[in-house]
């Protein structure tokens, strides 16, 4: 085992077998890891742990050259290392150069800085390692955080988030402050709730399981160079019809919906469409006069007609397809040329269902297709159930175009009044939400609708009523006696 030491403190090691690396690099990074204790650095676990190494480890390639954290290429399983750093057992490290080549040896930061000369030439690091404030500032008591906090965040402008902050506080010398302490710090600023975004995209409404066939039916228009049509598919067979239309007015839709309910063998019980003009009272009314419901969708939530939203995907699809491989446009889209296409779709098996549409149609198939529709929308992760009734909450913003820079969470903070426990194993936990008057608010909340305030944080930030005094009235000004004239 051969060891170097550079001017900036970095332990050069040049391993002398596989075995010994892994062991080597073991120790080496355990005494890093004290090291960074007694300074005060963040101690680096699990997820953390290929952070650590890009970030402090340096190695020398064989061409000579110095390079700042190694490409990690694979974490595998190796009890040596984790042994050692206290962290659980299932990682370990291996190191490729730039070219994919193994390293001849690692740059590992020592707890000393030793200074030895007449070592073998050692190649520089590049980049300089930036230095740690000579002067270092302890900070004890929550008080005392909170005010060092609130004056860099808030007097000295840097309003960024946990790890920036986190960075600041050390760059300015101040110890005692940890990652953890940030982060919950955070979560108690108005500002940080309502501009930080959601961790995760929205999960999705509840899914639409029907339990028979048109039970439930969902309808939409597909625009394809300003031509559009008419979809239509039965939610529980995945059966589905496309027309074309001559425009997208409400009686040219209503004319073409009255040729799809003439055209299948049992009138549907409920229509889904979206908001659309096309599909506004007068559409309703046409149902309503053939006995059937008309249900609306969410707004700015596609989702919540997903299935006939996924259809129309689908097709536009093979539309497209047709026309770049016959070289024509819309005018090719004839009504036959749909007939023949859909046809083709509901011959063709369902992932979800596990039957073609026209198969799931037949009586004997039915319970088997529920079991497949509700075994294929289950709720695949299990939502978090850390919100409680009288837990205050912030709602979700929604826009229609999304920027970078907004606000995703309401200024009001409201109160959860009530939770609904879902029973289907394809339904999820509903939030019922009250104001701070009292008054219930319209309709129910999914979990990532809603963002929950820390404790002792609700309060509103209710500005003063400022009372404008009364203007002065002016007082009245004598008006001199007339002089009488002389005689």
């Known amino acids: 085992m051969t060891k170097y030491i550079s001017k900036h403190g970095w332990e050069y090691v040049k391993p002398t077998n596989a075995e010994t690396q892994n062991d080597q690099l073991s120790k080496n990074i355990k005494n890093t890891v004290q090291s960074w204790k007694t300074d005060g650095y963040r101690r680096y676990r699990g997820k953390d742990f290929k952070s650590l190494l890009h970030k402090h480890v340096r190695y020398i390639t064989k061409d000579g050259k110095a390079r700042k954290g190694g490409y990690v290429m694979s974490v595998k399983a190796n009890y040596l290392i984790l042994q050692n750093l206290g962290i659980k057992r299932g990682w370990s490290v291996q190191f490729k150069d730039v070219e994919g080549k193994d390293p001849v040896g690692f740059y590992v930061k020592t707890s000393k800085v030793l200074q030895q000369k007449g070592q073998a030439n050692v190649p520089q690091v590049e980049e300089e390692i930036p230095q ?25 402008k840097n309003m960024v988030g946990r790890d920036k902050l986190y960075q600041l506080v050390r760059q300015k010398g101040y110890m005692g402050i940890s990652y953890s302490y940030i982060n919950k710090w955070l979560k108690k600023q108005n500002t940080h709730q309502i501009m930080t975004p959601a961790k995760k995209k929205d ?39 496309v027309r074309r239309l001559k425009n997208k007015t409400q009686k040219e839709v209503m004319g073409n919906m009255k040729m799809i309910l003439d055209s299948i063998e049992q009138k549907p019980k409920a229509v889904l469409s979206d908001n659309g003009t096309e599909f506004g009272p007068g559409f309703t009314k046409f149902l309503k006069n053939r006995d059937i419901k008309h249900i609306h969708s969410m707004h700015y939530t596609p989702t919540s007609n997903s299935i006939v939203e996924r259809f129309n995907g689908t097709i536009k699809s093979l539309f497209k397809k047709y026309m770049r491989e016959n070289k024509g446009g819309v005018e090719l889209l004839t009504q036959n040329l749909l007939k023949t296409t859909v046809d083709n779709y509901n011959n063709q098996k369902h992932r979800t269902i596990g039957f073609t549409p026209k198969d799931a149609l037949k009586e004997e198939n039915h319970e088997k297709v529920l079991q497949n529709t509700i075994k294929n929308n289950r709720v695949k992760q299990k939502e978090p159930d850390d919100v409680k009734v009288g837990d205050h909450v912030r709602m979700k913003e929604y826009e229609k175009a999304v920027g970078k820079a907004r606000q995703y969470w309401t200024d009001e903070v409201f109160i959860v009044d009530k939770i609904t426990k879902p029973k289907k194993p394809y339904a999820r936990i509903k939030y019922h939400l009250k104001d701070q008057q009292g008054e219930k608010i319209k309709g129910v909340m999914n979990r990532d609708q809603i963002k929950l305030v820390p404790q002792g944080d609700h309060q509103q930030e209710i500005p003063e009523e400022i009372t404008v005094p009364p203007e002065p009235v002016p007082e009245p000004v004598p008006v001199p006696e007339p002089v009488p004239a002389p005689v």
């Open 203 to 241: 999960s999705g409404v509840q899914a639409i399981v029907a339990k028979a066939p048109w039970n439930i039916v969902a309808i939409d228009l597909i625009e394809i160079q300003k031509v559009f049509f008419l979809s239509f598919i039965d939610i529980f067979s995945r059966y589905a019809q």
């Open 132 to 156: 740690e404030p000579d002067e270092k500032e302890k900070v004890t008591g929550d008080t005392q955080k909170d005010e060092l906090l609130h004056k860099i965040y808030y007097d000295d």
